[in-house]
Structures are given as C-alpha cells and as structure tokens.
C-alpha cells in the first residue's frame, strides 16, 4: 500500500507548526539543569525568560522566536516505503507546506533571492526550503523531520590537519564559541555541532546535522568521542560566557560531533550552533495513514553512520 501524498504534506504542515511553536523537553530540561549551576545575574535572568516565553508560546500557540529562521526538511525514506507521487511527490508536498505554514503560523518569510532580493512571501524560491534525503533498511514508513535553522551566524569551516590533532579541534571550537559570543553571531546557550572530517561540503552538513537531529544528552556511539563531546561541553561552559553572551557559564547546553572517513592528509572541522530557539519537529507516516510525531529525529541510525565494513579484500 503506498502513503497517500495529503498525509505527508499535513504532517508537513503540521510539524512546521509544532517546531515554531513548541520548544523540544529535552533543550528544555537541558536549559532548567543550567538554571541549576548559572550563577551572574543577568544570564540567569535569560534563562529565566526564555522558560516563560516558550511557556506563552505554547499557551498563545504563536512562534516562540520573531525570527522564525529559515525552514528546512530531513526526509528518511524506509527502503520498503512506497509513496504515491514518489520523491517528487514528497518535495512538492513540502513545499506547498511550507508555503501554507508560512501564512498560518504565521512564519516570517525570510527567503529572497540573494541577487536581486526577490521573494514570494512564503519561504519557497530557488532551492528553497532544503530537503535532506537519507534511507533506513527494513523500514516501510516515512519519517519528515522540520528544523527552523537561524540562517545567518553561528556556523565556521577550517581545514585542520592530522599534526594538529585533538588539541587543534578544541583550539578551534573555543575560537568560534568566543567569535559567536562576542559579536552576537549565536543565541545561546546552544546546542553545538560539530563535523570532523569528511569533504568540506560533508564535514559542514555533518555539523550541522549533529547540532540540529540530535537530542540533549544524546552522546555519539564512540566511547571516546562521546567523551570529547563532553570536555567540550565543559570548555564551551568556562569561557565566561553566559546566556545572550552575559558573563557567566551558561553557553553550551549540550555538544554532538559526527565523523566522516577524510582525505589522508588532512582533518576538516565545522563547528554550528543550534540556537536558543531550538526548533525540531518529526513525523512518522504509515501507509495505513497513521502520522506519529515526536521531537527526536533519530536521524543517526546505525545504518546512517555506516560504521561497518561490509566487502573484504
């Protein structure tokens, strides 16, 4: 049985609602734990607002942030899904609920044309909004997952190399957290991604996927990855930067890398921050019609980070 179309773009519709919206439990518990530790008085009075804001956001059912950022969707297709319309089918449904969001949340249309400024008033245009494909083995579901992104700051490249080893990846990270933090380029506290490794383009869309499709406390299946998520963690916290770049120790809520096999002779590092308007949203359609929704993506199966070897020599 295929999944009918109409499901798809009213999930579409409907988790670009709730992503807006609905702040993810698991940055607002990681926020409410930083509440806990943040001592300067005026990050804690952010932290604070930002609770009772996302609280009337949900009771006013209004966007939690002015800027709604710029939409964008992750679609995992389950190999046994079949879809009517197919893939184009799917990126025609999101388009249109983009476009329908935009007016009904109401989403502030923040997608021109970067020459000419052109714009249609609905986020919609020229490769916009992004649409992201991955595929899950033994799977006969769609999942569609939203993230409203700030669209302009909090995001930084640099091509390292093997010499300039785990120390270099941290020198890095602290260089941009105190850039982002000084110039106002991330609302924090944020949820940091980082990619190592990989080509430039793949080490930048694995940070940005490590910031934005996992949850907080979620740590990487590598033990000692997962520990240097955690020390950076802790280094993005003493810089003495706090919430909206107060002094203080509240600037990192959680940190995620992802690593992808690289050119021998070099090591790529992207570092991206999901800001304080953490927006996220999934849904899972069934060919029965059934739709699930839920704030973790689970982008990052076993399958998606392709750990095994499967062909030998």
Known sequence: MAIDINRIEEAGLEIMKRAAIDIPEDYSQGIKEMQKTETGKLPRFVLHAMVDNWDAATKDRRPMCADTGVPRYYVKMGNNASVQSGFIGIERALRKATADATVQIPLRPNRVHPLWRTEHNNNVGINAPEIEWSFEPDADWVDVTTVHKGGLFGTDYRMLFPGDGIDGIKRFVLDGLIAFGKRGLACQPAIVGIGIGGSKDTCMQLGKQAACLRTVGNRNPDPKIAELEMELKKLGNSIGMGAMGF??????????????????????????TFCLSSRRATARIYADGRIEYRTDPEWFTPYMRRETVEWNR
């Open 247 to 272: 002094v203080g120790s509240s600037m990192v809520v959680d940190c995620h890398i992802e690593v992808g096999y690289t050119h021998t002779g070099g090591m790529p590092v992207s570092i991206h």
